[in-house]
C-alpha cells in the first residue's frame, strides 16, 4: 500500500505546461501596439510637422502681400496752437524674382529633411514592433515558468508527505524528510519569484502593447529564410537608419548650393498703394538689383561650414551602414544559438523524462531514495525550463533579424491595421494653401479632429 501511494506521489511529476484558452496573439499584440503607441504618435506628428517646412519654403517663391493703417495726430504749439488728423492704408507687395536659387535649395532640401523623417518613423515603428515582442515572449515565458513552479510544488509536497510516511514506518531516515522538506521550500520560494515575474512581464506587456494581457499563446519564429549575405545586402538598402542618412547626406549637398547661391545677385520687384483720408492716392513700384560686395568673410565662412557639415553627413551615413552590418550579424548569429539551444533542450528533455521514468519506477520498488526521485524531477524541470527560455530566445531572435533588415513594419507582417500613410499629410500641405483657402479650412478641420483624438 505504501507503495503504491509512493508511485502515485511519483506519477504527478510529470511536468507539462497546459496552453491557456483564449489566449491573445502576437498578431493581435503587435496591432495593438501599432495603434496605441504614443511614440508612434508623437513621430507622426513631428513628419507633419516637418511637411509644414516644406509649405514654407514654398512660400518664400510667392509674393507677399501687407496692408497697414496708419493715423497720426499732429499738434503745432507756435506761434499758434494747430491740430491735424492724418490716417493713410497702404497695401504693399514684394516679390524676390531671382535669388541665385538660394530658395529653390531651401525647398529641395526641405523635401529631403521630410523623406528621411519618414524613414525615421519607419525606424520608432520597428522599436515599437520588437518591443511587443519582447513583451509578448516575456510574458508567455513568465506564465509558463509559474505553470511549472507550480506543478513542481504540487510534486514536492506530495514527495514530502509519502517521506513523512516512510519515516513514520522506518523506511527512510529523517535525512530524507528533510531533504523532500528543503526541496519544498525551496520550490515555494521560486513560486513567489515566478508570480513576480508574472506581475513585471504583465506590466511590460500593458505598456508595450497598450492594453493588459490575457494570456500569450503559443508562437513560431519569423520567417527568416535569407542568407546572411542576402539579408545584409537587403539591410544596406532597405533598413530606415540608412535611407534617412541618405536623405541627410542629400540636404546637406543642397545646403552648400544654397550657401553659395547668396554670392549671386538677386532680383526683387516691389509695390504699393496708399490712400489718405482725403482719398489721394500713391501708387509705387520698384524693382531692385543687388547683391553682396564684402561681408567680412561671413559668407565664405558658411560655405565652410556648410561643406564640413555635408562631410559629416556622409561620415555618419558610412558608421550607420557598418553598425547596421553588424546588427544583421548578431541577430543572424543569436537567432542560431537560440535554434540550437532549443533543438538541444528538446533532446534534453528527452533523455530527462526516460531517466526520470526509470527513477520513477525504481522508487516504487524500493530501489531508489526520496532524494533520487527529486533529483530526477529537478533535472527534468530545468529541462523543460530551458526549452522555454529557448523558444523564447528563438522567437525574439528572428523578429530581431526582422528589424535588422528592416522588414519589422505593419506593412511586411500584414497586420490588421489601418496603417499610417505618411505622404497623406504632405500632399495636403505641399502647395502652402492660404489660410482663407478652401484647403486651409479643410486643413485646420483635420488638425482640429486629430486634437480631439
Not at 507633419?48 to 509674393?63: F, I, K
Not at 493703417?69 to 524674382?97: C, K, M
Not at 564684402?294 to 561643406?307: D, L, P
Not at 522588414?407 to 491595421?417: E, F, G
Amino acid at each position: 500500500m505504501r507503495r503504491n501511494r509512493l508511485a502515485a506521489a511519483i506519477a504527478a511529476c510529470a511536468v507539462f505546461v497546459t496552453p491557456a484558452a483564449h489566449a491573445d496573439t502576437l498578431s493581435q499584440a503587435l496591432s495593438s501596439a501599432y495603434e496605441t503607441s504614443g511614440l508612434l504618435e508623437q513621430n507622426q506628428i513631428l513628419l507633419r510637422a516637418a511637411d509644414e517646412d516644406v509649405a514654407q519654403a514654398l512660400a518664400s517663391l510667392r509674393p507677399v502681400i501687407n496692408w497697414s493703417l496708419t493715423a497720426n495726430r499732429t499738434s503745432v504749439d507756435a506761434p499758434v496752437e494747430t491740430t491735424s488728423d492724418s490716417a493713410t492704408l497702404r497695401i504693399s507687395a514684394d516679390l524676390t524674382i531671382y535669388d541665385g536659387g538660394a530658395n529653390e535649395f531651401a525647398l529641395e532640401s526641405q523635401k529631403e529633411i521630410v523623406l528621411g523623417t519618414r524613414q525615421s518613423l519607419r525606424g520608432v515603428e520597428q522599436d515599437v514592433l520588437l518591443r511587443a515582442v519582447q513583451a509578448y515572449m516575456n510574458l508567455r515565458s513568465a506564465q509558463e515558468f509559474r505553470q511549472l513552479r507550480q506543478n513542481n510544488v504540487r510534486v514536492i509536497t506530495q514527495e514530502f508527505r509519502a517521506a513523512e510516511d516512510r519515516f513514520e514506518v522506518g523506511e527512510v531516515t529523517r535525512t530524507d524528510v528533510a531533504l523532500a522538506e528543503a526541496r519544498l521550500a525551496a520550490a515555494r520560494s521560486l513560486l513567489a519569484a515566478a508570480d513576480g515575474d508574472v506581475a513585471v512581464a504583465t506590466e511590460e506587456y500593458r505598456v508595450a502593447v497598450g492594453r493588459r494581457p490575457t494570456s500569450a499563446g503559443a508562437v513560431s519564429p519569423a520567417p527568416v529564410s535569407r542568407s546572411l549575405a542576402a539579408a545584409i545586402d537587403l539591410a544596406l538598402r532597405n533598413h530606415p537608419s540608412i535611407l534617412q542618412q541618405q536623405h541627410s547626406v542629400a540636404a546637406a549637398e543642397l545646403a552648400i548650393k544654397r550657401a553659395e547661391a547668396v554670392l549671386r545677385p538677386g532680383v526683387s520687384l516691389s509695390g504699393s498703394l496708399a490712400t489718405d483720408q482725403d482719398s489721394n492716392e500713391t501708387a509705387q513700384i520698384g524693382l531692385t538689383i543687388g547683391g553682396p560686395i564684402y561681408s567680412g568673410g561671413a559668407i565664405a565662412s558658411r560655405i565652410r561650414q556648410t561643406q564640413l557639415n555635408r562631410d559629416a553627413a556622409r561620415s555618419g551615413l558610412h558608421l550607420t551602414m557598418l553598425s547596421i552590418e553588424q546588427q544583421v550579424t548578431n541577430a543572424y548569429a543569436r537567432l542560431q544559438v537560440a535554434r540550437a539551444t532549443r533543438q538541444a533542450s528538446d533532446r534534453q528533455i528527452t533523455a530527462a523524462r526516460t531517466a526520470f521514468n526509470g527513477v520513477r519506477e525504481e522508487a516504487t520498488l524500493g530501489a531508489r531514495t526520496t532524494l533520487d526521485v527529486l533529483n530526477a524531477e529537478q533535472e527534468l524541470l530545468d529541462a523543460e525550463a530551458n526549452r522555454i527560455a529557448a523558444q523564447s530566445d528563438e522567437v525574439v531572435a528572428s523578429y530581431t533579424v526582422l528589424s535588422a533588415m528592416g522588414l519589422l513594419t505593419a506593412s511586411h507582417l500584414n497586420l490588421p491595421v489601418q496603417q499610417y500613410d505618411p505622404s497623406a499629410y504632405y500632399n495636403l500641405v505641399e502647395n502652402a494653401p492660404a489660410y482663407v483657402s478652401e484647403q486651409g479650412r479643410a486643413l485646420d478641420r483635420v488638425l482640429e479632429a486629430i486634437g480631439k483624438n
